[in-house]
């Protein structure tokens, strides 16, 4: 407990423990492609970063690129790497939008495809999905609009479940075993399954505004809604939004009573789950040649141990590249994912050297951590 607060006091508090320090990872250091969209750590402590050319895996020297094969084809990362899960055994998951599944088989080193959505060709006209979820059951939800395939990853079997839901699926985070909330392009939705079927639930507190992230809190019993436009709702609390006129990324817990919010122009914010009171946590210093210049974050990563992971973008003429921070422990070696990580997608500018930010998703973008 004591190094995980240790971590903590040295992301907050430069004055008590320095300057943040940071470690760039780029293409030069091995990285395949300078946008990373996803970051994972497995069970065994690698640290793994879904990139637009495929899966990076770093072991805290060595960035090493992995190919991924549907039989003896390689898959288009693009549209065939999308969403990187890990699940309750700590074994890595990719789903792509052409509804492809993939597992990390440890024994062999290697991706291996276990299901594929039947008719979802390699094309834009027979579609996409628009998103895709890890359940606390292994189970992942494939979303194509309004209709979803569950696949099961501990049995390999995939069933349809029937939705009367409509607009695209944005967002889903389970309260129990069988009562979740589903957000969509047309708002917040609280469903129940009851074999295989997803019955719509009374609605008290009707939330009818673009959702881009849920986060259930089990301690407080409250649902955090990220929206594009209203920033932060809470269901069922009358207290009204925060953060607003600033689009939600990511919600993810810092602690037992503290949530960090990843946004799309300021920053990383603390917010505690019972005064509800966001708090600036990590922002841009654009005067620091050690600070971090970039407020548009994507992704936050939150490991047991208290290290944060994060994601910003970066304009097309900027080199960018994963920013690394790497603890020493107690043999004097480094180690991976010791300590605190905070991966934001920071990129590297070509004229400065220093971590930048910029605004579009799609233009790219990379991690950052720090210790």
């Not at 998951?93 to 390699?122: A, C, E, N, S």
């Not at 210093?285 to 994060?310: K, L, Q």
């Amino acid at each position: 407990m004591g190094r995980i607060l240790s971590a903590f006091l040295m992301l907050g508090i430069s004055s008590m423990c320095g300057a943040q320090i940071y470690k760039y990872l780029g293409i030069e250091d091995g990285l395949s492609n300078r946008r990373i969209y996803r970051i994972q750590k497995d069970g065994r402590g690698y640290m793994w970063f879904l990139t637009q050319e495929g899966m990076d895996r770093y072991d805290g020297k060595r960035i090493r690129h992995y190919t991924v094969l549907d039989g003896n084809l390689k898959v288009a990362p693009q549209v065939n790497l999308n969403w990187l899960y890990t699940d309750t055994e700590n074994t890595l998951w990719v789903v792509g939008r052409k509804g492809r599944i993939f597992h990390y088989d440890t024994l062999h080193d290697r991706f291996r495809m276990v299901y594929r959505i039947p008719g979802l060709q390699d094309d834009f006209a027979t579609g996409m999905l628009c998103y895709a979820y890890m359940d606390r059951g292994d189970r992942i939800w494939l979303c194509q609009g309004d209709h979803i395939i569950r696949y099961d990853t501990r049995t390999g079997i995939a069933q349809r479940l029937v939705s009367r839901l409509r607009g695209d699926i944005t967002a889903i985070s389970e309260t129990d075993g069988t009562n979740l909330f589903i957000g969509t392009v047309n708002g917040l939705f609280p469903v129940r399954e009851r074999d295989g079927v997803l019955e719509a639930l009374a609605d008290t507190d009707s939330i009818r505004t673009p959702v881009s992230e849920l986060y259930y809190h089990p301690g407080s019993k409250k649902l955090f809604v990220g929206t594009f436009r209203k920033g932060i709702l809470v269901y069922g609390v009358s207290a009204g939004s925060t953060l607003r006129n600033v689009a939600v990324n990511r919600i993810t817990p810092l602690n037992d009573r503290e949530l960090l919010i990843a946004t799309g122009g300021r920053g990383v914010y603390r917010m505690d789950v019972d005064s509800l009171v966001p708090k600036p946590y990590i922002t841009a210093d654009y005067a620091s040649h050690n600070g971090m210049n970039g407020d548009n974050i994507n992704d936050i990563y939150v490991d047991e141990e208290g290290t944060v992971s994060g994601l910003p973008t970066t304009p097309p003429e900027s080199q960018s590249g994963i920013t690394a921070t790497r603890a020493m422990n107690g043999s004097g070696t480094h180690r991976a994912t010791a300590g605190r990580w905070l991966t934001i997608r920071c990129m590297m500018s070509s004229k400065t050297a220093k971590a930048t930010c910029g605004s579009p998703p799609a233009t790219g973008s990379a991690c950052c951590s720090l210790r």
